[in-house]
Each structure stands twice: as structure tokens, then as C-alpha cells.
């Protein structure tokens, strides 16, 4: 009776709904906006909300998360600007139909799924949070630094026809992210003695660019054309389109939810991952992936909303956080005077059962919200071109100066959109360039971790890969995919097909 007392209480409160919708429909807006994260809109609401009751913070902070992750996905679709990293292999094949003029059923495909990818996340974290959380904390560094790698391999995936391209734009992207000081020694890494570079290149300020400004100029070449006109005879996708990806959407929401529960990932990781098994498992596909492809939707919006309910496992249940809004979700119940993890589940339960009601209103009014304004929001693609690429230009740089409020970040912006343009124009696929970015940080890290505790000895760090079951699950996964890239193994199951 107290769990279902715990459940109802945001809904029988109105305050509390409207918090909830308020946030969810900021959150959207925000997500779609480049440069404005989540993870700075939660913050900022730390210091608005300090002098509030508990309930109506989490409330309106769980509103935005949620509307956030989704909103990401509208520029992504229309502009080709992520707005949020959970958002870039969504503009791998959004963008395409929007080209095609099927902006409208792309938003809807990715409202739906989005939905049901929440769904999932949200009932593993009221079910199944104890389990999820056991098997997270079972990840050691080297664990880590293996998931990493598998992340790497996904260029695979990303880079199109020629793979030795996508592994020099996957370098270029390492390279890129190990700019600044190193983590353990402090030394100057690529910033050739200059000062501004020892905090490292903005990681907003590089997706902007390379997948912005890149796009506008792009555009150029084609300013004389007209401008897709947009079929919106259909919004919310048939029943049959959602029964056949189900199986797809399920498999990728549990990729969600795990890689969401590791400490340190995020939803951008899961929705790569989830892109790359789509590919893997998609046997024939009514359109190419990259060209349009709705696997290509279906995979990284499910995980990528599925990875919200996967982060609030561990923080629940180890005060542990997910991701950088869990983190400072954890503050905040610091600051309201409650202690996230083992004790918190025992001493206030209902504060556990809260927050599952409160995600699972804040999904229902996402796919409310997402399913509404798509007429209005698709004219953006219809704008003749002389007014979308300044429009383009604005919002690229708004976002990267908006992420530190430093000029410089416009400047990196600016030079990386110009190189990613050059890239495009030689056949250079812009996605491993960002996932190499995204995934340095985390392999140098648990790298250095791993080697430190095995008495930096590389004989060791492998016997304790090898011994452990885990690590040693991760490592077959890493030598298969390799083996999947070899010509004898293609040819191998071109001659069993």
C-alpha cells in the first residue's frame, strides 16, 4: 500500500504534474537547441530550486531530463545539428529522410520510440534495479577500457564504404580528445606550450562544427535549389511499422539500460552501440543505413532514453551516478537532505517509488509533446536556403559559445566545421571522428586505472582479463569483431551463404 501511495503521488498532486509537464516540454526545447545540455539546464535549476521541497525539484529536474534526451533529436532530424551527443547516430539516417522530404514521419518514428525506449529503461529500474546495479559494479577498469575498445571498433559501422578511412577519422577523433593536461602525470599533451589549450578542445564545440557548420557549407552548393517540400500526411507511425522493429527495439533497449547503469557512460554511448547492432542484425534493410535507413532511428532512440532509467540504477541503489545529470540529481538530494544509495532504499522507499512515477509521467508527456508542433517544427526544412544556413551559422554559434561562454569555443567551432566540410567533400565520415572524442576520455582513463592495479604489468592486466569472466566475455566480443573485419572471414560466410 505505502508503493502504491509512492506512485500515485505526483499524479494526484497537481503542482507536482505541472512541474513534471513544464519540465518535460523545457527539457525537449532545451535538448533541441545545440550547446544547451541537459546536464547545464539541471544544474543551473540547483540553485533556483534550493530553498524548495524535494518533490517539486526532482520533479521539475526529472522533467527535464527526460524531455532533453528526446529534444536532441529534432535538430538532428531537421538540421543535421545534434543537439544533444545521445542524438548523433540519429542524424545518421534522420537527416536523410528528411532530405527525402519525411521529416514528419521520422519525428514521429523517433517520438514512439523514444517512448517505449523510457518504458523500458523506467520498468528495469522499478523491477530489476537491485540486479542491474550488482552486475554494473562487477565492472572493473579494465572492463571499462575493453567497452571502450568495443566502442572504437564501431567505425565500422560509421565510416561508410572504406573502413581505413573510418579508422583515420577514429584517430583523428582520440586525437583530438587527449588534447590538455594528462589526468595522472599533468603533462601538456598536443597543446604545442599554449595555455588556452590545457583544459582541452570543447567536445560541444567540436560536434557543432563538425556536424553544423559543416552542413552549411555543404548547403552551399546547392543555394540555388528549392527546398524540400515536407510530406506530414502522416505523423504517428502505423502499427505495423512498430511491429516489425519491435524485436530491434527491444534488443537495443536493453543495450540502453546496461550501458546507461555503467558509471561514467551515458546515453550517447548506448545509442553508437545500439546503431551498430542495428547494422549488424538488419539483414536487409528497406533503405540503406546512412541513406535513411528507419533501423537507423529505431536503435539509437531506444537506447538512448532507455540509458535515463538505466542511470538512475546505480544512483538509487549504490549512490552511484549513471551520468553527469545523475550526478547532479545526487547533489541535490544531498542538498534536500537525503542520501542516495543502499540506506535511502531501506529508510525511504517511498522516495525510490517517487521517482519511477514521476519518469514514467515525464515519458507520457514526452511522447504527448513530441507528437505535437511537428507541422510547425518541419517548416524549418522548408525554408529557402539563403535563410537556413545563417539560421544554421546562428545556432552553431550560440551553442558553442553558450557551453563555457568563451570565445575561443567559436573559433575551434568555426576551424572544425571548415575541416569536417573538407572531409565530407573527400568521402571522410564525420561519426567516428566525434566517437573517438566521446570514447578517449574513457578508454585513457580506465587504461591508466587498469594498468596501475595490476602493478603496471601488461602480463598481468591479460591473465586478469583472461580470468575473469566478465573481462573475458568483453575480449571474445573485441577478437570477433576484429575477425569480422578480416577478408577470409567475410569470404568464409559468403561461401556458407
Aim: charged content about 10%.
Amino acid at each position: 500500500m505505502d508503493i502504491l501511495n509512492a506512485l500515485l503521488v505526483p499524479l494526484l498532486d497537481i503542482k507536482l504534474l505541472a512541474l513534471i509537464a513544464a519540465g518535460t516540454m523545457a527539457g525537449i526545447y532545451i535538448g533541441a537547441i545545440p550547446g544547451l545540455s541537459v546536464t547545464m539546464a539541471v544544474s543551473i535549476l540547483i540553485s533556483f530550486t534550493f530553498s524548495w521541497d524535494v518533490l517539486p525539484a526532482l520533479s521539475l529536474m526529472i522533467g527535464i531530463f527526460m524531455g532533453g534526451v528526446y529534444g536532441g533529436s529534432r535538430t538532428a532530424i531537421l538540421l543535421n545539428i545534434p543537439g544533444a551527443p545521445s542524438a548523433i547516430a540519429t542524424a545518421l539516417d534522420g537527416y536523410p529522410m528528411a532530405q527525402r522530404g519525411e521529416a514528419g514521419e521520422a519525428i514521429g518514428v523517433t517520438t514512439v520510440m523514444s517512448f517505449f525506449g523510457g518504458l523500458i529503461g523506467i520498468l528495469v529500474l522499478a523491477l530489476a534495479a537491485p540486479a542491474v546495479s550488482d552486475f554494473a559494479i562487477r565492472f572493473q577498469p579494465r572492463d571499462f577500457m575493453l567497452l571502450a575498445i568495443l566502442g572504437l571498433l564501431l567505425v565500422g559501422s560509421l565510416s561508410g564504404e572504406s573502413l581505413m578511412k573510418g579508422v583515420f577519422a577514429g584517430s583523428l577523433g582520440l586525437m583530438i580528445g587527449s588534447v590538455g593536461l594528462d589526468p595522472l602525470t599533468m603533462d601538456q599533451r598536443f597543446t604545442f606550450g599554449s595555455p588556452s589549450l590545457m583544459g582541452g578542445i570543447s567536445f560541444i564545440a567540436v560536434m557543432i562544427g563538425m556536424f553544423g557548420v559543416s552542413e552549411a557549407l555543404m548547403q552551399l552548393h546547392t543555394i540555388k535549389s528549392e527546398a524540400v517540400k515536407q510530406k506530414i500526411s502522416r505523423i504517428v507511425p502505423r502499427f505495423s511499422t512498430i511491429r516489425k522493429h519491435l524485436p530491434l527495439s527491444l534488443q537495443t533497449s536493453a543495450i540502453g539500460v546496461v550501458v546507461g547503469a555503467l558509471p561514467g557512460t551515458g546515453g550517447d554511448i548506448a545509442a553508437l552501440m545500439a546503431y551498430d547492432h542495428a547494422k549488424r542484425v538488419t539483414k536487409d534493410p528497406e533503405v540503406p543505413f546512412g541513406k535513411g535507413a528507419i533501423e537507423g532511428l529505431v536503435a539509437p532512440e531506444t537506447a538512448n532514453n532507455a540509458a535515463v532509467g538505466g542511470a538512475f540504477i546505480p544512483m538509487m541503489t549504490l549512490g552511484i551516478p549513471g551520468d553527469a545529470v545523475t550526478a547532479i540529481m545526487i547533489g541535490a538530494l544531498f542538498i534536500h537532505g537525503l542520501n542516495p544509495g543502499p540506506l535511502l532504499m531501506v529508510q525511504q522507499p517511498h522516495m525510490f517509488w517517487f521517482i519511477v512515477s514521476a519518469l514514467m509521467i515525464a515519458n507520457c508527456f514526452m511522447l504527448l509533446f513530441g507528437l505535437t508542433g511537428i507541422r510547425l517544427f518541419v517548416k524549418v526544412v522548408e525554408l529557402p536556403r539563403g535563410l537556413l544556413i545563417p539560421l544554421i551559422l546562428l545556432l552553431s554559434i550560440v551553442g558553442a559559445y553558450a557551453v563555457n561562454n568563451r570565445l575561443g569555443d567559436v573559433y575551434w567551432m568555426l576551424g572544425f566545421g571548415v575541416l569536417g566540410y573538407f572531409m565530407r567533400l573527400y568521402g571522410y565520415s564525420l561519426g567516428p571522428v566525434i566517437l573517438g572524442v566521446i570514447l578517449s576520455r574513457l578508454l585513457d582513463d580506465n587504461w591508466r586505472r587498469a594498468i596501475i592495479s595490476e602493478q603496471e604489468s601488461l602480463p598481468m592486466l591479460f591473465k586478469g582479463i583472461l580470468t575473469s569472466p566478465l573481462s573475458a566475455t568483453l575480449m571474445a566480443g573485441v577478437v570477433l569483431i576484429l575477425l569480422s573485419k578480416t577478408p577470409l572471414w567475410r569470404r568464409i560466410f559468403r561461401k556458407r551463404a
